[in-house]
């Protein structure tokens, strides 16, 4: 059996070392455009700033490895075309240029997502940017050696925006970040949204909310950006407005795509053509708590769709589910995390659920234990059900608790399940009831008011 896998970081790569293991017989062939497969994306960030200090840190496995496993990599080679009729694909060698058809008896498609580089005059200039290959990062860090900027745009107040707008700053470059919506971290209710602008801003950040980039300026190399109808001067703009499926090989041969743009798939990863499966940024599954179809591109859970799409290449069968998602995510802004699992209350509502939600600042160990910080604990229930829809949390120890919440909302979890939860505590690790007992109690009084028919503020 030959498998071809198109597309070799996180979904490809996982993949390709499934299958593997369960077919020791199976010729496995892995086409990747990027100089090196299996790069860690989301350290980019930190190798920017040096926090990560070496480039093959990043790179998890070389094709050389891949190959004494029985895997061929073959970097810098795009696979150009797929015929789903014939089982023959044209792939261009990226360094030599020569065209060459291969087979398939299987085939998966984990081509990723792309970031965006908005249509703004002045986007092709030097020293303009986005983030999303080591090769990215090798360019704005080039940049940043040769010109040693002393200010730095960063555009989009995303999570790959923030990440980078700390990493700029830890080089002593001044940062100002620009988000064309009314506040950061939109993925995030308002509360936690203010939090991070706060702890931005205290660390030195200047935000612009609201805004949008008219243009960059220059003449062949940056020198300033516009927006807000005023210019400012900058040596370096990084933009983080998002990212896009690749799915263009996949839409030509015949791929059905969802209306979120990404491919569609069914529970075992497979896509509606024959012997063809399809993992990761460039897929879109189901969000497990709204039941609809969310496209929420993570490393995490293209490693888990990429796992599942291997096995039942492998098998040909299906071996595997991939249920879905809660859409559990996490970042860190300077010394502020920041995360969330299920749906915000605005994506709840949208949903068609009534809300119910509470929100705690609780203290991450027992308030006498040295070090003691605040953490922000916003809880999100169905106001019929009482079944926990989502959570955010902002502060020390954000992590924890957002892992709590994502396995309570997996578990179909109510609030009085989480009141009674017996979670882990001494004074260096939390306080006697953890934020999460602790906000499931005032949502329990929220919906014991509700019952009898007492508004909150009364
Ligand atoms: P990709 O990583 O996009 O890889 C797809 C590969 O396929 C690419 O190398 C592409 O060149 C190749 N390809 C595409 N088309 C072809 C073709 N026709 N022929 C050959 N090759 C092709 N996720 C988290 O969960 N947590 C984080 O903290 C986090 N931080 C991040 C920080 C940054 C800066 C970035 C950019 C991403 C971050 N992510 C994070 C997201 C995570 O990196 C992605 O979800 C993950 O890499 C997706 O893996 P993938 O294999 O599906 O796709």
Redesign the pocket.
């Known amino acids: 059996m030959r498998l071809v896998i198109?597309?070799?970081?996180?979904?490809?790569t996982k993949a390709a070392s499934r299958a593997r293991r369960l077919d020791p017989e199976a010729e496995i062939t892995v086409?990747?455009?990027?100089p090196e497969p299996s790069?860690s994306?989301?350290g980019?960030?930190y190798f920017l700033s040096g926090v990560v200090e070496r480039r093959d840190e990043l790179v998890a496995r070389t094709p050389e490895q891949f190959g004494e496993s029985g895997i061929e990599v073959r970097v810098r080679?795009?696979?150009?075309k797929v015929d789903p009729e014939t089982k023959k694909l044209t792939v261009r060698s990226l360094e030599g240029g020569e065209v060459f058809e291969d087979a398939y008896d299987r085939l998966i498609f984990?081509?990723?997502?792309?970031?965006v580089l908005p249509p703004i005059s002045g986007a092709d200039l030097d020293g303009v940017s986005v983030?999303?290959?080591l090769t990215d990062s090798d360019e704005v860090r080039r940049y940043v050696q040769e010109r040693s900027p002393k200010r730095a745009v960063v555009v989009g107040g995303g999570?790959?925006g923030l990440?980078?707008a700390e990493n700029l700053c830890r080089l002593g470059i001044e940062v100002s970040l620009i988000e064309a919506e009314d506040r950061v971290a939109l993925a995030y209710g308002p509360e936690v949204a203010e939090r991070v602008e706060e702890h931005l801003k205290k660390n030195g950040v200047n935000v612009y909310t609201g805004a949008k980039v008219e243009e960059f300026m220059g003449d062949g190399r940056l020198e300033g950006v516009r927006f807000g109808g005023g210019e400012h001067e900058t040596d370096l703009v990084v933009v983080g407005v998002g990212?896009r499926p690749?799915v263009e090989?996949a839409e030509e041969a015949g791929v059905e795509i969802g209306e979120g743009g990404a491919i569609r798939v069914d529970r075992h990863m497979r896509t509606n053509l024959p012997d063809v499966w399809a993992?990761?940024?460039?897929v879109e599954t189901v969000n497990l708590v709204s039941g609809k179809p969310v496209w929420i591109?993570?490393?995490?859970?293209?490693n888990q769709m990429?796992r599942v799409a291997g096995t039942n290449a492998a098998t040909g069968e299906n071996t595997l589910e991939f249920p879905g998602v809660l859409g559990t995510?996490?970042?860190k802004v300077f010394d502020l995390g920041v995360g969330k699992t299920g749906l915000s209350e605005e994506e709840a509502e949208e949903a068609g659920f009534e809300t119910f939600s509470v929100a705690v600042e609780a203290a991450d160990r027992a308030s006498y234990y040295p070090g003691a910080e605040k953490v922000f604990l916003k809880l999100i229930a169905d106001g019929a059900s009482g079944r926990l829809l989502g959570a955010e949390a902002a502060g020390s120890g954000a992590d924890k608790l957002v892992d709590v919440c994502a396995t309570a909302i997996w578990g179909k979890l109510s609030y009085p399940d989480l009141v009674n939860l017996d979670l882990a505590y001494a004074p260096p690790y939390g306080p006697t009831l953890s934020p999460v007992i602790q906000a499931a109690t005032v949502l329990s009084g929220e919906f014991d008011r509700a019952r009898r028919g007492v508004r909150a503020s009364e």
């Open positions: 198109v597309g070799g970081v996180a979904a490809g086409y990747q455009e990027e790069i994306e989301c980019l960030p080679h795009r696979v150009e984990a081509t990723g997502a792309r970031a983030l999303r290959f999570y790959i990440e980078v990212v690749r090989l993992a990761g940024d460039c591109p993570l490393g995490n859970t293209a990429g995510g996490i970042f």
